[in-house]
């Protein structure tokens, strides 16, 4: 009896008296320690691979979305060739000799096609010598054919700008011809030596412009 008395005791002598455990009760919570780090690699691996795949992914998948647009139903060197090295599209300068009408009064004399009442002076075009309508762009200089209609049905040379792949007319510059010589028209403000595109109030002082006809130069086309 006294023998099994003082086994607690001395098993109780034998432990640390700091708290710590034995290595063979440490064991389980090293196991566990290095499982937890285990997951945490394979859970930032896992993270990493999947970044990876999807940028892949973005990157296919913006390419291929691109590309349908660019082919569409042109080759794409047929797309290059008509823009210029700033990659606008390309156009051609020509000097055509016509008149501006009404738009729809020449559809309707010219090739019997009828347009609805509210369209008669909507737009303009250059009925050419040759019997092509070429419709204007109505900018600046387009419009004064609109606003003026001293300008409208005289025999006229045009410097006009076309782009490929559209039919309307760029206008430059406007040349009259009478008995045989060409006029540059523009409109002029005396008061301040301003040169303008269009009928109305000049842009410095308001007083109203003139109608200018200049005897052009043969070569006066740039």
């Not at 063979?24 to 945490?40: K, V």
């Not at 291929?64 to 082919?71: F, G, R």
Request: net charge neutral; charged share 25%.
């Amino acid at each position: 009896m006294p023998q099994n008395s003082s086994a607690p005791q001395a098993s109780a002598e034998h432990r640390p008296s700091d708290g710590t455990r034995n290595p063979s009760e440490r064991r389980g919570g090293i196991g566990s320690d290095t499982t937890r780090t285990a997951r945490s690699l394979v859970v930032c691996v896992s993270f990493v691979v999947c970044c990876v795949v999807y940028l892949q992914i973005a990157r296919f998948s913006a390419a291929h979305a691109i590309e349908p647009q660019v082919a569409g139903s042109q080759d794409k060197s047929l797309l290059k060739s008509n823009e210029d090295a700033e990659g606008k599209p390309a156009f051609r300068t020509e000097l055509i000799r016509g008149q501006v009408v009404w738009l729809a009064a020449a559809l309707k004399s010219k090739f019997g096609i009828s347009t609805v009442p509210e369209v008669a002076e909507h737009s303009l075009a250059l009925l050419t010598k040759d019997g092509h309508l070429l419709p204007i762009v109505e900018n600046l200089r387009g419009r004064a054919f609109r606003k003026d209609a001293r300008l409208r049905g005289k025999d006229t040379e045009i410097l006009v700008r076309r782009y490929d792949n559209q039919p309307l007319i760029q206008i430059l510059r406007v040349y009259e011809i009478e008995d045989g010589q060409r006029y540059e028209v523009d409109y002029w403000c005396d008061i301040c030596a301003i040169v303008m595109f269009e009928t109305g109030p000049c842009a410095c002082c308001q007083d109203d412009n003139r109608l200018r006809k200049r005897l052009a130069a043969d070569d006066d086309q740039d």
